[in-house]
């Protein structure tokens, strides 16, 4: 399934590097560039929602408010607090900043990934693939990634060497960490699923043939959906949104892991908030909704608008969900990761095996998934009322405070 | 290209210091958990050995040893993290040294 | 080219791991073990085995060392060791001598050795067979390792109930604390603990 980027077949020479260079630039240029807008559409959204005019002022619509706050931000004074560890307390912006960036460079950008449009341009008489790299080790590589964004996060806590960014970024810590298990269960079920790690070839199975011609064969639909909504919570949770974002919960944290920032630095962290969304969204689409695959309707660049289309729906349900829910408790939130999403995900995991296992021995597919549901859902059941008899008997005999 | 070709040995002989570091790491260091942290050091140059034989070689299951060296590794820091932070709750400042008063 | 990768990498690598045992502040090490941990996985690549860097990022900097850092943030022992005094006399330098004694043991070994002696090939699975590594290890765990394989699974489950009765609060310290005995330095440690093992699972 794996096969390397056509670019690099021929030996790598200055073209080569000079077109690699050429796609590390447009994709971090344009995703700078996209983090202005969405700010800008993140505010104006919140804003119609409750009833406010948003930024109206700098440029059409209030478009370069994010410019200007961008150059008020580069214009102030650089503060080091007296009691930061110093030299931790410079590197943790670029450590929160760098992994939002990295994520967007496996997802695949343009091309429909039908026959006569593979998802592959020709730059100077030189085939490329259209994402920036296509590592064999794909999927893992966006898990690797987004588990070491914690670091950003926590090392701004710790070294600020004050209260309450220390309890943003322990709070910060812990949730990124119990979340990322439900990712990975999620991500592990759609691996079992198309078979492969490699975001091109999962948009490649993704573009064919689907259900009847008109339901696309989407990872979404085949996994069955429980995975997809896992991994949409789950990556909530980890890009701290709303209504996950504990971390810098104002009423009781000031502004969490950054209080004690200022100047671009905290730009960086700002870049990053809002980078991630637009990253996590194009990861959504790649893993489980086709990606840039899509019917050829505008040509050669229909790929892109498919991507652009879809990333769009996410980036406004992203907004649409900042604007509506509540914050999570902590407690809650502690018990939706492990008590919910974990078991589910691995049960719906071992579903899906059951399944394949099912579809290579030639056994009744309907029989296959009732069975399995049976087995699996009493399982689940017998251990849950057991564990909730076991913890009433041990309240009762006042073991454990409640 | 002005730099020799990589020989396998220069994997191995990296991996030994790394893991020279690490045991003397283990030796000097107090704070158990920098001493936690020289074990993992230590079990990485081997997990490196282990990949460079398995290329040299050219047998996948230094690799597949890896893998179980992994998964060992994340039970033991699981347990051995719990043991510290359990002594450290009692006592915030113990080092290693303090371990001795278990003699009683 | 792979030279060139070996050198940086390598060098990262050292100067990691002696900021692991020389910094003062445990964070610092941690920090520096993450940068070891980054080279390793840098010539894990270097040398084809692509699906093992990645576990040992997700596994090592995702989980192990995060979970470092969360106990020392937690605990609040992030203050700096004074590692000016040498709590025995004599034991940095005789460490020192067993630290070069255990470099030079696998190097003269190396140098001895002929590599070609014993002609012997392995017999679990080619890696120049042409498929990506993550096949030939899949191929291999589950086939021929698949018992090696339960058991460690069997290990995590038992790794995350020890660390589950570990951070429990016993009843002895609880007793204490109403007596005004034991206090609590911090809150309880939760879930992450048993995390990474769920992660590898």
Redesign the interface.
């Known amino acids: 399934m794996?096969a390397l980027d056509p670019l690099y077949l021929d030996g790598v020479g200055l073209a080569e590097v000079l077109i690699t260079v050429g796609k590390v630039l447009i994709t971090f240029v344009v995703l700078l560039v996209s983090v202005i807008f969405m700010v800008w559409f993140e505010r104006k959204v919140i804003s119609d929602m409750q009833n406010r005019i948003g930024p109206n002022r700098a440029g059409p619509f209030g478009l370069l408010q994010t410019l200007a706050d961008g150059m008020k931000l580069i214009f102030k004074e650089d503060l080091i607090p007296g009691r930061a560890?110093r030299f931790?307390f410079l590197l943790a912006p670029y450590l929160s900043v760098i992994p939002a960036f990295l994520i967007f460079a496996i997802v695949p950008l343009g091309g429909t990934f039908h026959a006569d449009d593979p998802g592959i341009v020709t730059i100077a008489g030189h085939q490329t693939y259209t994402q920036l790299a296509d590592?064999?080790?794909g999927i893992?590589?966006i898990?690797?990634v987004s588990?070491?964004a914690?670091?950003g996060v926590?090392?701004a806590?710790?070294s600020s060497g004050s209260k309450y960014p220390?309890l943003g970024?322990?709070r910060a810590?812990?949730q990124m960490?119990?979340y990322?298990?439900a990712m990975?269960i999620s991500v592990a079920a759609l691996v079992l699923t198309t078979g492969g790690?490699s975001t091109r070839s999962m948009v490649e199975i993704q573009a064919s043939e689907g259900f009847s011609g008109i339901i696309p064969n989407w990872n979404v639909i085949v996994t069955g959906f429980v995975p997809f909504v896992i991994f949409f919570i789950a990556a909530l949770a980890e890009m701290n949104r709303p209504p996950f974002d504990l971390l810098e919960a104002e009423q009781e944290l000031v502004g969490g892991f950054h209080t004690e920032y200022s100047s671009i630095r905290f730009g960086m962290f700002f870049v990053a908030e809002f980078m991630h969304p637009i990253t996590m969204s194009g990861v959504i689409v790649t893993l489980w909704f086709g990606g840039p695959s899509g019917p050829q309707w505008f040509g050669p660049v229909s790929g892109i608008v498919w991507l652009l289309a879809k990333m769009f729906v996410f980036l406004y349900i992203f907004v649409l969900i900042r604007g509506t829910l509540p914050r999570f408790r902590y407690d809650q939130l502690?018990d939706l990761?492990?008590k919910i999403l974990?078991p589910l995900s691995l049960a719906w995991l071992l579903l899906l095996a059951a399944i394949n296992v099912g579809r290579d021995a030639g056994w009744n597919l309907g029989l296959t998934i009732f069975v399995s549901f049976v087995v699996i859902g009493g399982t689940c059941f017998a251990i849950l009322t057991r564990a909730q008899e076991v913890s009433r008997q041990r309240r009762e005999l006042g073991e454990v405070e409640v | 290209?002005l730099?020799?070709?990589?020989e396998p040995?220069?994997?191995?002989?990296?991996?030994?210091?790394?893991?020279?570091?690490?045991?003397?790491?283990l030796?000097?260091?107090?704070?158990p958990?920098?001493m936690?942290?020289?074990v993992?050091?230590m079990l990485?140059a081997v997990?490196?050995t282990f990949?460079?034989f398995?290329?040299?070689?050219?047998?996948?299951?230094g690799?597949?040893a890896?893998?179980?060296v992994?998964?060992?590794?994340?039970?033991?820091?699981?347990?051995g993290?719990?043991?510290?932070?359990?002594i450290?709750?009692?006592r915030?400042?113990a080092t290693a040294?303090d371990l001795s008063l278990l003699k009683g | 080219?792979?030279?060139?990768i070996?050198?940086v990498a390598?060098a990262i690598?050292?100067v990691g791991?002696?900021g692991?045992?020389l910094?003062k502040?445990?964070?610092?090490?941690?920090?520096s073990?993450?940068a070891?941990?980054f080279g390793?996985a840098v010539?894990?690549v270097?040398?084809?085995?692509?699906?093992?860097?990645?576990?040992?990022?997700?596994?090592?900097?995702?989980?192990?060392v995060?979970?470092?850092?969360?106990?020392?943030?937690?605990?609040?022992?992030?203050q700096s060791?004074d590692l000016d005094v040498e709590?025995i006399v004599g034991?940095?330098s005789?460490?020192?001598f067993?630290?070069?004694a255990?470099?030079f043991?696998?190097?003269i070994a190396?140098a001895s050795t002929a590599?070609e002696a014993t002609g012997?090939?392995?017999?679990?699975?080619?890696?120049?067979d042409g498929g990506?590594?993550?096949e030939?290890?899949g191929e291999?765990?589950f086939t021929r390792?698949l018992l090696?394989?339960e058991v460690?699974s069997i290990?995590?489950v038992?790794?995350?109930v020890?660390?589950v009765l570990?951070?429990k609060k016993s009843r002895v310290s609880e007793e204490l604390e109403i007596e005004g005995l034991?206090e609590?330095?911090?809150a309880e440690?939760?879930?992450?603990?048993?995390?990474?093992?769920?992660?590898?699972a």
């Open positions: 794996y560890r931790v590592p064999p080790i893992l590589f898990l690797a588990s070491i914690v670091y926590m090392l806590g710790w220390l970024s322990v810590t812990a960490v119990s990322e298990a990975g790690l502690m990761g492990w974990i | 290209m730099l020799a070709a990589v040995a220069w994997y191995l002989i990296l991996a030994s210091m790394l893991f020279a570091i690490g045991a003397v790491g030796l000097i260091r107090r704070n958990l920098v936690f942290m020289c993992e050091l990485n997990t490196l990949v460079t398995s290329r040299m070689l050219d047998d996948i299951g690799q597949a890896v893998l179980f992994l998964v060992v590794a994340a039970a033991e820091v699981v347990v993290l719990g043991i510290i932070v359990a450290l709750r009692r915030p400042a040294d | 080219m792979e030279t060139f070996f050198l390598g690598c050292l791991a002696l692991v045992v910094s502040n445990p964070v610092h090490s941690a920090l073990l993450v070891t941990l390793i010539l894990f270097a040398q084809e085995a692509n699906f093992l860097a990645a576990v040992q990022v997700i596994v090592y900097a995702g989980a192990i995060v979970l470092f850092l969360f106990v020392i943030m937690l605990l609040g022992v992030d060791e709590p034991q940095r005789a460490a020192f067993v630290g070069i255990i470099f043991l696998p190097v190396l590599w012997m090939e392995g017999n679990l699975g080619r890696l120049s990506p590594d993550i030939a290890l291999v765990v390792y090696a394989f460690t290990l995590l038992i790794a995350v020890g660390a570990l951070a034991y609590p330095a911090v440690p939760s879930e992450p603990e048993s995390d990474d093992a769920e992660a590898d």
